[in-house]
Nanobody, 120 residues
Framework: QVQLVESGGGLVQAGGSLRLSCAASGTIFSINAMGWYRQAPGKQRELVAIINSDGSTNYADSVKGRFAISRDNAKNTVSLQMNSLKPEDTAVYYC??????????????WGQGTQVTVSS
């Protein structure tokens, strides 16, 4: 019913920047929170940043001051600007959204993931 498609991953040197984007499409009545998670090899998936429909945000301590999340409610997109990247930021990054497909319950959807690799 709802598809999340990420783009913008890649390989970058430490200290560099990348911008991830995610577009939601399908049967969408409204989108509440949208966010980014990441999973490094051998580790659990963790929250990177989340943005609510009112624009309020929350970040993992490890990315505060380096990453910035934003969204375009009219286009159902969310972006993550990643600056001052470190090798420990290397992971698969997943887009996440809480979506109402009709008035009523909210469902959680995930993108397919995009690889971010930061070389030292």
């Amino acid at each position: 019913q709802v598809q999340l498609v990420e783009s913008g991953g890649g390989l970058v040197q430490a200290g560099g920047s990348l911008r991830l984007s995610c577009a939601a499409s399908g049967t969408i009545f409204s989108i509440n929170a949208m966010g980014w998670y990441r999973q490094a090899p051998g580790k659990q998936r963790e929250l990177v940043a989340i943005i609510n429909s009112d624009g309020s945000t929350n970040y993992a301590d490890s990315v505060k001051g380096r990453f910035a999340i934003s969204r375009d409610n009219a286009k159902n997109t969310v972006s993550l600007q990643m600056n001052s990247l470190k090798p420990e930021d290397t992971a698969v990054y997943y887009c996440n959204a809480y979506v109402q497909v009709r008035p009523g319950p909210t469902y959680r959807f995930w993108g397919q993931g995009t690889q971010v690799t930061v070389s030292s």
